[in-house]
């Protein structure tokens, strides 16, 4: 499949009752690009990363994930969901990383790596606990291998919710907000963690306020507002350079904040 | 009031009341036991999204609620086996009936429960491909236990003293066998003084047992 997208949106729309909150979003992002959303809150940028995880079944439109369709199939040209089997295999390509962490309190950091690993994928105990001590080192977090949850900082959660993403070998990665929640001095350790999984080639969806981590990561810079892309193109012309008036007006509240 | 006590005749009935409490022990645990399975069949029913699931176990857990217990032993002795056919013992009947009807207030436990597990939990288990119920099991049950335990305890204490009840099916628990002997010893007083210090030493723990997890639960869960 050269030359295919890893992730393609077609006219992708999504409403929660009678609040429209995708209303037809096109997005390519090539293989090992990554992409940052940026928008004001309540624009979509969660929503869409939950399509493409396919935590929200219910949208309009089409979502191709390395030239696949997620959780649809085509017949007699019309759309009908798809389950089980053809759905796990299209959407395990996705892994995602939430603000809130959401790592599982009664399980040690190894315990939440290995668990999708053993209960999924049928991996052997032994062998998965190789590939989730392989994890810990690569997120510099071998010394935490036994604790609890509760027991890290916000900064080594989110590390660990990365190492239990990327157990499962996806071939894309979603974040929404993962700095958000941290404490100020807790953000670098995590943004290091994602520039290096970015200069190994992963593809990454990064939704994010942090613009420095923009500008120097990614490839691509997407400005949804209203559930719409406002404006998309590379770094410098969308963060120092922007063609909309809302991107600049957003851009110009941000760096207010920041001051 | 002047009354002459004897306990003797207590003394000579010891293994009435044994065999008696075997039984309301008996008919608690296996009660216990079904009201738990059906209870979380139902209560997790409840919190699917399949509507017709959710709507049915809704109905199962109102008609429960909104009928007299005592009214559900005698139809389910009495009418059930007529209508469907199978024939049970008066024992078997009665376990069947408690564990129905305890099960409509478990399930709203294991509900509640099960609700108040943060969605953030299962959304990371779904992206990484658990299914709803390998979810279930591995990631939301073992959390959600804490705040089912309490009250699930609780449940079982009334489970025993509505054992009781099976008095009226003529089943020899407890209550039963003790109201058999008063028949030929005339010995009332005595006799139903010591059956509710037996029901109190049975039960008395499983309370006092619930009100320590509470606060044991209580205190973990405000820090
Ligand atoms: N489960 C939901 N039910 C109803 N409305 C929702 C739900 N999730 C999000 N929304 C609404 O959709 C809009 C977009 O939300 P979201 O995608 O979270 O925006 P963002 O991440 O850009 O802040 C908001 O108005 C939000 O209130
Ligand atoms: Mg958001």
Redesign the pocket.
């Known amino acids: 499949m050269t030359g295919e997208p890893a992730v393609r949106t077609v006219d992708l729309c999504k409403r ?2 009678d ?1 429209e ?2 209303r037809g979003v096109n997005l390519d992002v090539e293989p090992g690009g990554v992409l940052c959303v940026i ?12 399509c493409l995880a396919y935590l ?1 079944e219910d949208f309009t439109g089409r979502i191709y994930l390395e030239g696949e369709l997620l959780g649809r199939v085509e017949r007699n040209g019309a759309l009908e969901p798809v389950q089980g089997e053809a759905l796990r295999r299209v959407q395990s390509k996705v892994g995602m990383v939430f603000q809130n962490f959401n790592l599982w309190p009664h399980k040690s950091a190894l315990g939440n790596i290995i668990e999708a690993l053993v209960v999924v994928k049928k991996v052997p105990l032994e062998e998965a606990e190789a590939v989730g001590d392989e994890l810990l080192a690569r997120v510099g977090l071998s010394d935490k291998r036994n604790d609890y949850p509760s027991r890290l900082s916000g900064g080594q959660q989110q590390r660990v919710a990365i190492a239990r993403a990327l157990a499962m070998r996806p071939r894309i990665m979603l974040f ?2 993962v700095t958000s929640a941290l404490d100020p001095e807790l953000v670098g350790e995590v943004l290091h963690v994602m520039k290096q999984l970015a200069e190994e080639g992963m593809t990454m969806l990064v ?1 994010t306020h942090e613009m420095t981590f923009a500008s120097r990561v990614a490839n691509r810079v997407v400005f ?1 507002d209203q ?1 719409l892309i406002v404006e998309q193109g590379a770094p410098a012309q969308v963060l120092k350079n922007p063609s909309q008036a809302r991107t600049k007006e957003f851009l110009s509240q941000v760096a207010h904040e920041e001051i | 009031m002047i009354y002459d006590w004897n306990f003797n005749v207590v003394w000579e009935y010891r293994g009435v009341y044994w065999n008696g409490a075997q039984t309301t022990l008996a008919i608690s645990f296996l009660s216990l036991f079904f009201a738990m399975i059906l209870g979380l069949i139902i209560g997790i029913a409840r919190q699917s999204n399949i509507r017709v699931l959710s709507i049915a176990a809704s109905w199962y857990v109102e008609i429960i609620r909104d009928t007299p217990l005592l009214v559900q032993i005698v139809w389910i002795f009495y009418c059930l086996p007529i209508l469907v056919g199978i024939d049970m013992t008066a024992f078997w009947s009665f376990v069947f009936t408690i564990s129905v009807h305890f099960s409509a207030y478990m399930a709203e436990i294991i509900r509640a429960g099960i609700a108040s597990i943060d969605k953030g939990q299962t959304d990371a288990a779904k992206v990484l491909g658990l299914t709803y119920f390998q979810a279930m099991k591995r990631i939301v049950l073992p959390q959600a236990y804490r705040r089912m335990l309490p009250p699930l305890v609780n449940n079982f204490a009334d489970m025993i003293k509505l054992s009781s009840l099976a008095s009226v099916l003529g089943v020899y628990e407890l209550l039963h066998s003790i109201d058999n002997i008063i028949m030929n010893t005339f010995r009332p007083l005595e006799l139903y003084t010591v059956l509710a210090i037996v029901y109190f030493l049975i039960i008395f723990p499983v309370a006092f047992g619930a009100r320590r997890l509470e606060i044991h639960y209580a205190q973990k869960f405000s820090r």
């Open positions: 929660f009752g609040l909150v995708l928008g004001p809150s309540g624009s979509g940028k969660s929503t869409l990363l939950r929200e929404d907000e939704v949804m559930g």
